[in-house]
């Protein structure tokens, strides 16, 4: 098993910023040991010290272009890796702290699913729905809107902060961070270029599940409507039964 962490950030630097420049930057940890995680900020300088102890070590920084208030404000990436070579050389029991580890997080995905599929059982009509729309307005999703409506009935889609999700794979072994307003995933399918390109972004079943858990929050138009004839109803004197 290999460990990846993935830092981003910003900074208004040409290049990636060095160690000094470090002390003052804001980062968030979005993904470690392949598995998304609730977003954990600090320090860069401080983030790049734990991962260097935990033995991973930088495989590259990117920046990634960000359009806000009138103009391009960059943001940077960092990916830290321990290849699987470096893992079998840990000691057998920092081998099995970090199995440990990855049990945990695991167990508690599990068990955060279960509770999120709970939540959603009284939207399952409306999720069917905005299943069927999505095939119906865009028929090159046929199957990929009936999966991530799975998805999202599973509990399989955890809303981070803002617009970034992690969402599990059908069979649990994989977690991938989606970007609602960048319109990206960390999933094969969105990277290779195999999901349907929608509005001009590539639609994996992982970023369609995400979206349908944005339609959620908003109201029903059905019950708005039902609603709205009921209150004329009792406006004109009629009797409900």
């Known amino acids: 098993m290999s460990a990846t962490a993935v830092i981003e ?26 598995v998304a995680i609730a977003m954990t900020r600090g320090l860069l300088a401080d983030i790049r010290t734990a991962l260097e102890e935990a ?21 940077w990436r960092e990916v830290w890796r321990m290849e699987e070579e470096e893992m079998s050389e840990l000691s057998p029991r920092a081998q099995k702290a970090r199995r440990a580890s990855a049990n945990r997080q695991a167990r508690q995905w599990r ?22 729309n999505a095939e119906k307005k865009y028929p ?15 509990g399989h889609v955890q809303h981070n902060e803002g ?11 994989q977690i991938y ?19 349907p390109r929608i509005n001009g972004a590539p639609m994996c079943k992982h970023r369609a599940a995400a979206l349908m858990w944005l339609k959620l929050q908003a109201p029903d138009p059905g019950r708005i409507h039902a609603e709205e004839k ?12």
């Open 163 to 173: 617009a970034r999700f992690s969402v599990m794979s059908q069979d649990g072994d």
């Open 111 to 132: 068990q955060a699913n279960a509770k999120r599929a709970q939540a959603m059982k009284p939207y399952e009509a409306r999720i069917a729905r905005l299943a069927a």
């Open 140 to 154: 090159e999703l046929a199957g990929r809107s009936t999966r991530a409506a799975e998805l999202l009935r599973r």
């Open 9 to 34: 950030y910003e900074w208004k630097g040409y290049g990636p910023p060095n160690d000094r420049h470090a002390w003052d930057i804001q980062a968030t940890v979005s993904e470690f040991q392949g």
């Open 55 to 75: 033995g991973l070590e930088k495989h590259g920084t990117s920046p990634i272009r960000k359009y806000a208030r009138g103009r391009w404000f960059p943001e």
């Open 230 to 241: 009921r209150i004329q109803a009792l406006q004109a004197g009629a009797i409900l039964i």
């Open 177 to 195: 961070l989606v970007d609602t307003e960048r319109r990206r995933c960390t999933c094969y399918d969105f990277k290779q270029g195999n999901a």
